[in-house]
């Protein structure tokens, strides 16, 4: 059964692009949490989805961010017109649906975003 | 929302010796108390948690202590060794959301 699956693990963009990270969770899992680790910093609460549904979005910037996780596929997190703070590392972490409340979540491998 | 902190920052060991971190939290309705450990470039892993039902809890050399009153808990190393040396996070919540603290870079020196 593999973990949970991010990608790409690094990925550069200029000011003004977007970027778009890529999250699989475990096997029978459909509660997806992404978090934002800004440098020397602890992970910060970003969104909480199920599928088609997103539960909680209050940890995320209200302009430039948006994430979705769709019937089909991966959870997306996309990061329009990006700007050198958004330069971070990006994790994602999975729960089956029984267990979304206090559980040791896993998180993925991360994305570490540039901005140059 | 929650509010996490963690002491001290770094903390420098001889390896063999014991190293304690502690936490503190904002929200007296946390109710789990998990702890990673982050190396270099790499994802924070879970290595041991607690309830708030549970006041301590040990996994080998590892082991974690939490007083509900006083909102505190921590973490305690015992017999390090160098391959514990890392950022250790510590984290709350009640639901869902997980609230961390701001990390301990922990030395473990041979």
């Not at chain 1, 693990?9 to 692009?17: K, W």
């Not at chain 1, 769709?70 to 729960?95: H, M």
């Not at chain 2, 936490?23 to 946390?30: I, L, N």
């Not at chain 2, 514990?84 to 869902?96: E, W």
Request: glycine share 8%; proline share 6%; hydrophobic share 30%.
């Amino acid at each position: 059964n593999a973990g949970v699956m991010q990608n790409p693990r690094h990925l550069v963009r200029r000011r003004g692009q977007e970027a778009r990270l890529r999250c699989s969770p475990m096997k029978g899992h459909s509660h997806v949490y992404w978090y934002r680790q800004l440098p020397e910093e602890g992970l910060k609460f970003m969104v909480y989805l199920q599928k088609e549904n997103i539960i909680d979005e209050s940890g995320m910037p209200k302009e430039r961010f948006s994430a979705e996780f769709p019937k089909e596929g991966p959870s997306i997190l996309r990061i329009q017109q990006v700007v050198r703070g958004d330069s971070a590392a990006y994790f994602c972490a999975s729960s089956p649906p029984q267990a979304s409340n206090n559980y040791g979540y896993t998180f993925g491998s991360g994305t570490r975003l540039t901005v140059v | 929302g929650e509010n996490v902190e963690q002491h001290p920052s770094t903390l420098s060991v001889q390896e063999g010796d014991s190293a304690v971190i502690k936490c503190t939290y904002s929200d007296s309705a946390s109710n789990y108390f998990p702890w990673y450990k982050q190396e270099l470039g790499k994802r924070p892993q879970l290595i041991i948690d607690i309830r708030s039902n549970v006041g301590e809890k040990k996994d080998q050399r590892i082991a974690v202590t939490l007083n509900k009153t006083a909102k505190h808990f921590s973490l305690h190393i015992t017999e390090t060794q160098p391959e514990d040396s890392a950022v250790y996070f510590c984290a709350a919540s009640r639901k869902y959301r997980l609230a961390f603290g701001k990390g301990n870079q922990v030395v473990v020196i041979p």
